[in-house]
């Protein structure tokens, strides 16, 4: 059954505590954590402090989507954060491989994410050693933005390209219950959704809408 991951983006964050609980209610599968340094996206979100902070509310799994220029930096910080997945940019990082290696030493899942202009190619290198592959649908840096169908067709090429192997294809930006039936056609098994599950007023509907 395709997972279903609510992006922290769209919350109250005066109300992140009590949100969590009601997400885990709703029966989202993972919590996004989208973290973006001022620097590699144009907005600033928050960073591992924050995610500590959420750790001992809920037992959903924090998928951590990290927009940050040199993450090998930070890699310890959001592992010793409570972290299951940790996803970097390929744009960001000098080698895929290298980083990956990083975050599977903290005994963390490894995750690369690939900006719309990213060929799928940079990952045919790291593929039997990739734990989830974030195919982003929006220029990364903000909630809300339009689906962008041109991305469908690399959700294919992953799809294919991931054969067997044990890995979440994942798509973010622009989910709602429209473009969750594109991406699911074209090989996603996890859906990112911010706006479409805060704005709802049903989040139980809304997560349950998505899949
Ligand atoms: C964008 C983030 C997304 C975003 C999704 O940079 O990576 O996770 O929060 O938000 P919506 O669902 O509103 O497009
Ligand atoms: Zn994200």
């Known amino acids: 059954m395709i997972k279903i991951a609510p992006s922290l983006l769209a919350a109250d964050f005066s109300k992140l505590g009590e949100q969590i609980i009601h997400l885990e209610q709703a029966e989202a599968d993972m919590l996004h954590l989208d973290v973006m340094d001022g620097h590699f996206v144009p907005n600033l979100s928050f960073g591992a402090p924050l ?39 390929a744009e960001a990082v000098e080698d895929v491989s290298t980083v990956i290696d990083l975050i599977h030493s903290f005994n963390i899942k490894a995750g690369i994410a690939l900006k719309p202009h990213t060929e799928a190619d940079v990952l045919s290198r790291v593929i039997d050693k990739l734990d989830l592959i974030l195919v982003m ?33 994942s798509v973010d930006g622009g989910i709602n219950a429209q473009t969750a039936l594109l991406a699911k056609s074209a090989g996603a098994d996890m859906l990112v959704a911010g706006t479409y599950v805060f704005q709802s007023s049903d989040w139980s509907q809304a997560v349950a809408s998505l899949r």
């Open 51 to 89: 995610i500590k902070a959420l750790r001992p509310h809920t037992h959903l799994p924090f998928d951590v989507h990290l927009m940050v220029n040199q993450p090998e930096k930070m890699i310890e910080w959001f592992a010793a954060s409570g972290a299951d997945y940790i996803t970097v940019h």
């Open 137 to 169: 649908t929006v220029e990364p840096g903000f909630g809300g933005q339009k689906f962008m169908e041109n991305q469908l067709a690399k959700i294919s090429k992953i799809r294919n390209m991931i054969n067997d192997c044990n890995i979440i294809l």
